[in-house]
């Protein structure tokens, strides 16, 4: 829980570490629940903060992303030292908007009332051992159609699932977002534009 006991997110790595010494035969899915860039982003970093960028709240906020990505190459790294093939899948469950835009106060919070479309973009990641190249999809994706790709990417099959909904197809999915209190158009959001 992000309000629980703050613990580093780096502490992941060493319990992934520990689960992939027991081997196994058989496929296995880990699942890593991060906190990442959730609010009060200074109390989230493992390092003073380093970055200068328009006030101390997105300096931390632009760090936690740095750790967060220090995490993920660790957990690939840990991941290609097991010799085995595998698949990394990265996403957060939500975005953030700005919060007192143009005040020296500026930071960004979880947009619970009035969530505009900077609370519905979130980073998605798909990592595999056997990958060729770089690919980058920018389409939108609903996740309302989480659940069929998951399926999809894990090669299950389950009759209520869309089984050929594939994440990496470059056809857009028409966005609707439910903005606390009932399905909107995502386009019909206001812009929250990054903060100079």
């Not at 790709?149 to 977002?177: C, M, N």
């Amino acid at each position: 829980d992000y309000a629980s006991m703050n613990y580093h997110d780096s502490i992941l790595l060493s319990l992934l570490e520990r689960a992939l010494q027991q081997k196994s035969h058989k496929p296995r899915l880990f699942i890593l629940h991060t906190m990442g860039s959730h609010v009060n982003f200074e109390a989230r970093l493992e390092h003073p903060i380093h970055f200068d960028y328009y006030n101390r709240k997105l300096s931390a906020y632009i760090q936690t992303i740095e750790q967060t990505d220090t995490l993920l190459k660790g957990i690939y790294e840990a991941l290609q030292q097991q010799g085995d093939s595998f698949s990394m899948l990265y996403f957060s469950d939500h975005g953030l908007m700005t919060q007192d835009r143009g005040s020296m106060f500026a930071s960004l919070t979880h947009g619970d009332t009035n969530p505009n479309k900077a609370c519905y973009r979130v980073p998605f990641v798909l990592l595999s051992s056997d990958d060729t190249g770089h690919k980058v999809l920018k389409v939108n994706k609903s996740a309302f159609n989480f659940l069929s790709g998951y399926a999809h990417w894990l090669g299950i099959k389950e009759r209520s699932l869309d089984s050929h909904y594939d994440f990496l197809s470059p056809t857009p999915d028409s966005l609707q977002v439910f903005d606390q209190y009932k399905n909107v158009p995502f386009a019909d959001l206001a812009e929250d534009e990054v903060i100079k």
